[in-house]
C-alpha cells in the first residue's frame, strides 16, 4: 500500500477527532489528579498513541516527524527565555535584589492587606512589563517569600501573584500573546486592549474584592515576630540595599523601548553579576558559573528563608523546558493531522446565537489548553477556527480577538499540564491545583466574557451589522 504525503493526507472525521480528543483528556486527567504524577508522563504517553494512530492510518514518518518539528520549532524562542529566566532568578538572589525587594517590601506592604497589595503590584508592574513569567520570577518570588513569612496561605499568595501578572500581560501592549491574538483575529492592538476592558475589569474588580475579604488580617503578633526574623535573617547574609532597585529600573526602561525579552534578560543577567562582583570582590567565576547552571543555594541557618531562596539555575528549568518541548511535539501532531481543527469548525458553523458562538469560541480556547497544554496554540486554533463566523454574524475582529485572551492565554495558568501552570508552580513552589481555586481572574475573565456574548454589552459589532439584518453581515464579512 502507497504511503501517504502530506499532501494527501486521509481525511479525519469528527467523531474520530473528537474520541483522540477525550482519551487524550482521561490519559492526561488521570495521571495528574488522579495518580499525582508529574504532566511529562502521560503527554509523553499520549504522544506515543497519537503517533500509533498515525501510523495506522497510514502516514509515514516523514509526515510524523514534519509535525513534530513544525510544532517545536514554534517554541524555541520561549525555551530560551526560561532559561535565562533561570539564570535570572539565581543571580538576582546572590546580588542581593530579590532578598532586597522582601525586606522593602516588608516595609512599604501592610500586613493587614497584603493579598490584595500583592494583587495590586503584580497587575500595575505587569502591565508595565508586558510579561507574566517575569513578574512571576522575579517580585512574585519576593512577594510569595513575604506571604509565607507572615503567615498567609502559600496557595492564596500564588494566586494572587499569578492573577496580577496574568492581568498585566493581558492588557499590556509589550505582551506577545496580547500581540498574538490581536494579529490572528486581525484587530487593532491598541484597539483590541481598549476592548479587553469589558470582561478584564470586572474581572479585575471581582478579583479584588475576593483578595480583601481572604487576604486580610495578618498583623498579629506572631506574624510581626517572623517578619522581624525574616528581615534580621536578610540583612545579615545578604547585600540589602536600595542599589538593588537598578535592575527593576533597567527592566522598566527596556519594556518602555520596547527590548525583546531575550536581550532584557540578557542585561540584567549580566547587570546582576557586575553587581555580585562589586558588591563580594571576592566571588569567583566558577561559583558564578555554577549558580547559573544550578541555581542558588542559600545557607543562612534559617530553614524558611532557605526554603525560599535556594532556588534558580538553567537546570532547574529544565522541567519545564521538557514539557514544553513535549506539549508543543503533541500540539504539532494533532494540527499536522488537523485533529483539533475537525472537531472546531463544525462546531463553530452549528452555533445558532451570538452567545453561543461567544461561549463555543471560548470552550474550545480552554478545550485547547487542557488537550495539548499551549497558550499560543490556544489562541491560534480558535481563532483560525471562528474568524469568518464571527464576521457572518456582524461581530468585529475586536470580538474575537478579546475572546481568545479570555479562553485562551489566561487559562493555561490553570492546567496542571500547561506551559505557563508548570512555569508558575515550579517557580513559586506550589502545585498547579493547589493555587488554581485562588487564581480568581483567570477564573472569572472567561465568565465575564460569555456573560458579554449573551448580553451584547461591551460586544463590538462590525458597523454594517445588527440583530436583525443577518444579510448584512454576511457581505460585511466578505468584503462586499
Same mark, same amino acid.
Given at each position: 500500500?502507497?504511503?501517504?504525503?502530506? #499532501?494527501? !493526507?486521509?481525511? /479525519?472525521?469528527?467523531?474520530e477527532a473528537m474520541?483522540?480528543?477525550?482519551?487524550?483528556?482521561?490519559?492526561m486527567? @488521570?495521571?495528574?489528579? +488522579?495518580?499525582?504524577?508529574?504532566?511529562?508522563?502521560?503527554?509523553?504517553?499520549?504522544?506515543?498513541l497519537?503517533?500509533?494512530?498515525?501510523?495506522?492510518?497510514?502516514?509515514d514518518?516523514?509526515?510524523i516527524?514534519?509535525?513534530?518539528i513544525d510544532?517545536?520549532?514554534?517554541?524555541?524562542?520561549?525555551i530560551?527565555? *526560561?532559561l535565562?529566566?533561570?539564570?535570572?532568578?539565581?543571580?538576582w538572589i546572590?546580588?542581593?535584589i530579590?532578598?532586597?525587594?522582601?525586606?522593602?517590601?516588608?516595609?512599604?506592604?501592610?500586613a493587614?492587606?497584603?493579598?490584595?497589595?500583592?494583587f495590586?503590584?503584580?497587575?500595575?508592574?505587569?502591565?508595565s512589563i508586558g510579561?507574566?513569567?517575569? /513578574?512571576?520570577?522575579?517580585?512574585?518570588?519576593a512577594?510569595f517569600?513575604?506571604?509565607?513569612t507572615?503567615?498567609?496561605?502559600?496557595?492564596?499568595?500564588?494566586?494572587?501573584?499569578?492573577?496580577?501578572?496574568?492581568?498585566?500581560?493581558k492588557?499590556?501592549p509589550?505582551? =506577545?500573546?496580547?500581540?498574538l491574538? #490581536?494579529?490572528?483575529?486581525?484587530s487593532?492592538?491598541?484597539?483590541?486592549?481598549?476592548?479587553?476592558m469589558?470582561?478584564? /475589569?470586572p474581572?479585575?474588580?471581582?478579583?479584588?474584592?475576593? %483578595? *480583601?475579604?481572604?487576604?486580610?488580617?495578618?498583623?498579629?503578633?506572631?506574624a510581626?515576630?517572623?517578619?522581624?526574623s $525574616?528581615?534580621?535573617?536578610?540583612?545579615?547574609? *545578604?547585600?540589602?540595599?536600595?542599589?538593588a532597585?537598578l535592575?527593576?529600573?533597567?527592566?522598566?526602561?527596556?519594556?518602555?523601548? !520596547?527590548?525583546?525579552?531575550?536581550?532584557?534578560?540578557?542585561?540584567?543577567?549580566?547587570?546582576?553579576?557586575?553587581?555580585?562582583?562589586?558588591?563580594?570582590?571576592?566571588?569567583?567565576?566558577s561559583?558564578?558559573?555554577?549558580?547559573?547552571?544550578?541555581?542558588?543555594v542559600?545557607? $543562612?541557618?534559617?530553614?524558611?528563608?532557605?526554603? &525560599? &531562596?535556594?532556588r534558580?539555575?538553567i537546570?532547574?528549568?529544565?522541567?519545564?523546558?521538557? @514539557?514544553?518541548?513535549?506539549? @508543543?511535539?503533541?500540539?504539532?501532531?494533532?494540527?499536522k493531522?488537523?485533529?483539533?481543527?475537525?472537531?472546531?469548525?463544525?462546531?463553530? +458553523?452549528?452555533l445558532k446565537?451570538?452567545g453561543?458562538?461567544?461561549?463555543a469560541?471560548?470552550?474550545?480556547?480552554?478545550?485547547?489548553?487542557?488537550?495539548?497544554?499551549?497558550? %499560543?496554540?490556544?489562541?491560534?486554533?480558535?481563532?483560525?477556527?471562528?474568524?469568518?463566523?464571527?464576521n457572518q454574524?456582524?461581530? =468585529?475582529?475586536?470580538a474575537?480577538?478579546?475572546?481568545?485572551?479570555d479562553?485562551g492565554?489566561?487559562?493555561? %495558568?490553570?492546567?496542571?499540564?500547561?506551559?505557563?501552570?508548570?512555569?508558575?508552580?515550579?517557580?513559586?513552589?506550589?502545585?498547579? &491545583?493547589?493555587y488554581?481555586?485562588?487564581? *480568581?481572574?483567570?477564573? &472569572?475573565?472567561?465568565?465575564?466574557?460569555?456573560?458579554?456574548?449573551?448580553?451584547g454589552?461591551?460586544?463590538?459589532r462590525?458597523? #454594517?451589522? =445588527? =440583530?436583525? #439584518?443577518?444579510?448584512?453581515?454576511?457581505?460585511?464579512?466578505?468584503?462586499?
Amino acid at each position: 500500500m502507497q504511503e501517504h504525503t502530506p #499532501s494527501e !493526507k486521509k481525511p /479525519i472525521k469528527f467523531g474520530e477527532a473528537m474520541t483522540i480528543l477525550l482519551v487524550m483528556l482521561l490519559i492526561m486527567g @488521570l495521571g495528574v489528579i +488522579k495518580f499525582g504524577l508529574s504532566p511529562t508522563t502521560p503527554v509523553l504517553l499520549v504522544i506515543a498513541l497519537v503517533i500509533l494512530w498515525a501510523k495506522v492510518r497510514g502516514a509515514d514518518w516523514d509526515t510524523i516527524h514534519s509535525g513534530i518539528i513544525d510544532g517545536i520549532k514554534t517554541g524555541i524562542i520561549p525555551i530560551f527565555i *526560561f532559561l535565562l529566566i533561570g539564570a535570572l532568578i539565581s543571580v538576582w538572589i546572590a546580588a542581593g535584589i530579590i532578598p532586597s525587594m522582601m525586606v522593602f517590601g516588608f516595609h512599604l506592604i501592610s500586613a493587614k492587606w497584603f493579598v490584595p497589595s500583592v494583587f495590586l503590584v503584580c497587575a500595575i508592574v505587569g502591565t508595565s512589563i508586558g510579561s507574566a513569567f517575569t /513578574i512571576i520570577s522575579t517580585i512574585g518570588i519576593a512577594l510569595f517569600g513575604m506571604g509565607t513569612t507572615m503567615g498567609f496561605n502559600p496557595a492564596l499568595v500564588a494566586g494572587a501573584i499569578i492573577s496580577g501578572a496574568i492581568f498585566g500581560d493581558k492588557t499590556s501592549p509589550l505582551s =506577545d500573546s496580547t500581540n498574538l491574538a #490581536s494579529a490572528i483575529a486581525e484587530s487593532e492592538l491598541f484597539a483590541h486592549i481598549k476592548n479587553l476592558m469589558w470582561s478584564t /475589569i470586572p474581572a479585575f474588580i471581582v478579583s479584588l474584592i475576593l %483578595y *480583601f475579604f481572604m487576604g486580610t488580617g495578618a498583623s498579629n503578633a506572631n506574624a510581626l515576630s517572623k517578619i522581624n526574623s $525574616t528581615v534580621a535573617t536578610l540583612n545579615a547574609n *545578604f547585600s540589602i540595599t536600595w542599589w538593588a532597585a537598578l535592575p527593576i529600573i533597567v527592566m522598566f526602561v527596556c519594556a518602555w523601548r !520596547k527590548i525583546p525579552a531575550i536581550e532584557t534578560l540578557l542585561l540584567n543577567v549580566g547587570l546582576g553579576i557586575v553587581m555580585l562582583f562589586i558588591e563580594k570582590p571576592s566571588t569567583s567565576v566558577s561559583s558564578i558559573a555554577t549558580m547559573i547552571e544550578s541555581g542558588f543555594v542559600s545557607k $543562612t541557618g534559617n530553614t524558611s528563608v532557605d526554603a &525560599l &531562596l535556594t532556588r534558580g539555575g538553567i537546570s532547574a528549568m529544565m522541567a519545564t523546558v521538557s @514539557l514544553i518541548i513535549l506539549t @508543543l511535539t503533541l500540539g504539532g501532531l494533532l494540527m499536522k493531522f488537523d485533529v483539533i481543527q475537525t472537531a472546531m469548525v463544525p462546531l463553530a +458553523k452549528r452555533l445558532k446565537s451570538t452567545g453561543a458562538l461567544v461561549t463555543a469560541a471560548i470552550l474550545s480556547g480552554i478545550g485547547v489548553n487542557v488537550f495539548v497544554g499551549e497558550q %499560543y496554540l490556544s489562541v491560534i486554533l480558535p481563532g483560525k477556527a471562528f474568524k469568518q463566523t464571527f464576521n457572518q454574524r456582524g461581530l =468585529d475582529n475586536l470580538a474575537l480577538s478579546r475572546v481568545l485572551e479570555d479562553g485562551g492565554t489566561v487559562i493555561n %495558568y490553570l492546567v496542571p499540564w500547561g506551559v505557563a501552570a508548570v512555569f508558575a508552580a515550579n517557580t513559586l513552589g506550589v502545585s498547579t &491545583l493547589a493555587y488554581l481555586p485562588f487564581c *480568581f481572574f483567570s477564573l &472569572l475573565s472567561p465568565v465575564f466574557s460569555i456573560l458579554s456574548g449573551f448580553t451584547g454589552v461591551g460586544l463590538k459589532r462590525l458597523p #454594517s451589522s =445588527d =440583530d436583525s #439584518s443577518a444579510t448584512a453581515a454576511t457581505m460585511a464579512a466578505d468584503g462586499r
